[in-house]
Every structure is written in structure tokens, then in C-alpha cells.
């Protein structure tokens, strides 16, 4: 992959983001970088604009978004890479969680991306090239933790609308790339990060164990590097033919496994249910 490719990564301000803009910038790539606070961005990069266009950007607003595609097409002329991973842990049981806690998650981390996506597309379509990578979690793809049902539930929407865009935009030459992380050693589990819910149920043990857990034991403690995911990114992007599905850690392939079995186990248990409905 050519260096003078453009990548458009939002979320860029810690974690994985800013890993990944880290390395693209040192490998020489041109970077815009989306964050809610750019002086907490440049607090940890230094590069000049002729490299790096930082972007105030309100995901959840489509205009704001809109511009700020704009914005990346008049500086750099083209964007080439796009990388969706801005996004929030939110936890909380189905019951406890309110609508507008549910509704804001969703809007983060579906319907932002979506806007980027709706917005960047006509460029990409347009120069019949180019590579979208939605960050998803493992937990778009197993469910079954209490206390994570709507961040799960964003995800599992996340896996459900990128299988359909690439197929939809394959004839274009756009590349989509699904990526289903585990447990990366970012602060996405810290207490300024990890929202959780406004009115706990006590009742609720397992969720109240699970909270505790992330909170007090896995913070910090998580097995998966952010610089290798970056890097793996990075090597992804230069493939002819990505994978659709990618799965970044050795928890998120044993999850993933365990999921599989899980479904195929139920699924034979219960064939005979399954296939009694044919006319």
C-alpha cells in the first residue's frame, strides 16, 4: 500500500485509535483524526498538517459529519482508509438501563458510524477504491454477559449492517473489513470510560459480579497488546482480498469457538422442531 493513501480513523484520542494513528504517522501515512477534544489529541501526537488533520467531529451528528468528510477531501484530496472505532462500554442490565441510556449508546456507536459511512461513501464510490474497517467487539458476536446486552446489542447491529455493506459496495471496489477485538489493554474498562447504569438493581448479582469485575480485575490486567492490533490493521489494509470477519486476540477466537459450538450443539438438539414446519 502506497504511503500517500489517506486514512480517515475516528476515535483517534486513546486507546486502539491512537495507536493505530500513532503508527500510521510514523509509517508515513497521511492521518485525519477525529476526536472530541483535539488538545487531548495533540497532547500525544506532533506531526504537521501536511500529515495530520485533527477534526473536532459530533459523530451523532450527520451534518457535523458530513463536513467534516469534506473537510479530509479538500485538505488531502481523497480519503482511502476508513476506520470506524470511535465508540463507549456501557453497562447495565436490560431491565435497570433507562431508554435514553439504551438510545445514547446507540447512537454512538450504530448511528455514528453510519453517518460516517452514509458520508464518506459517495467519494469512495466515486474513485472505485478504498477500505472500511467497523470495529466491532467479540461481544457483537457472543452475547451471552450480563450486564452487556445494549453494548452487545450495538455490536451485534454493527456485525449485521457491515456483512450487508460489503456486499453492497464490492462492485465499487471498496474492501469491508468487520473486526471483532477482545480484551485490549486500553482505559475502554476505566471509570471515565465504561459508562454504568444510572439506577443499579441489586437484584441483579451476576451483572453487579460482572460490573465489579471489570472494573476492579480486568482494567489494566487485559491480555491483548493495542499496538499489535494497530500493526494488524495496518498489515490488513495492504491485502488484496481482505477478510470480512477478522478477529483480533486469542480470547476473541476462543469466544468465538465457544459460541460456534454453543449454536451448533442447540441446533442439531432441536432440529426436529426446526425443519416440522414445511408445508
Known amino acids: 500500500m502506497n504511503t500517500e493513501n489517506v486514512w480517515f480513523v475516528t476515535g483517534a484520542s486513546k486507546g486502539l485509535g491512537l495507536a493505530l494513528v500513532k503508527q500510521l504517522l510514523q509509517e508515513g501515512f497521511k492521518v485525519v483524526a477525529t ?13 504537521g498538517l501536511d500529515q495530520l488533520l485533527p477534526l473536532e467531529v459530533n459523530l451523532t451528528d450527520s451534518l ?11 485538505h488531502f484530496g ?16 436490560i431491565e435497570e438501563l433507562t431508554d435514553e441510556e439504551a438510545r445514547q449508546n446507540f447512537d454512538v456507536n450504530v448511528f455514528g458510524v453510519l453517518n460516517v459511512i452514509r ?8 474513485q472505485q477504491s478504498g477500505h472500511i474497517f467497523n470495529i466491532a467487539s467479540v461481544g457483537g458476536y457472543f452475547g451471552g ?8 446489542s450495538t455490536k451485534f ?14 462492485e465499487f471496489g471498496v474492501k469491508v473489513t468487520l473486526v471483532y477485538p477482545g480484551y485490549f489493554r486500553t482505559d475502554f474498562l476505566s471509570k471515565g470510560s465504561l459508562k454504568t447504569p444510572l439506577n ?12 465489579n469485575l471489570h472494573l476492579n480485575a480486568i482494567d489494566g490486567n487485559q491480555p491483548n497488546d493495542p499496538d499489535k492490533a494497530a500493526a494488524a490493521l495496518i498489515a490488513i489494509s495492504k491485502e488484496q482480498k481482505p477478510p470480512v ?16 459450538s454453543i449454536m451448533t450443539q442447540e441446533v442439531e438438539q432441536w432440529k426436529e422442531v426446526s425443519v416440522s414446519t414445511a408445508f
Open 245 to 260: 470477519h477478522l478477529l483480533l486476540g486469542k480470547d476473541s477466537y476462543d469466544m468465538v469457538q465457544q459460541k460456534i
Open 35 to 47: 476526536t472530541r477534544s483535539i488538545p487531548a489529541l495533540m497532547a500525544e501526537l506532533n506531526f
Open 200 to 211: 443499579s438493581i441489586l437484584a441483579y448479582q451476576s451483572a453487579r459480579e460482572s460490573e
Open 78 to 93: 481523497k480519503i482511502d482508509v476508513i476506520v470506524n472505532n470511535a465508540g463507549y462500554g456501557q453497562l447495565g442490565t
Open 119 to 126: 458520508h464518506a461513501m459517495p467519494y469512495l464510490r466515486a
Open 145 to 152: 454477559f450480563a450486564g452487556w446486552g445494549i453494548y452487545c
Open 64 to 74: 457535523d459529519v458530513k463536513l467534516a468528510i469534506e473537510k479530509s477531501i479538500a
Open 157 to 170: 447491529a454493527m456485525a449485521g449492517f457491515t456483512e450487508a455493506l460489503a456486499e453492497e459496495v464490492k
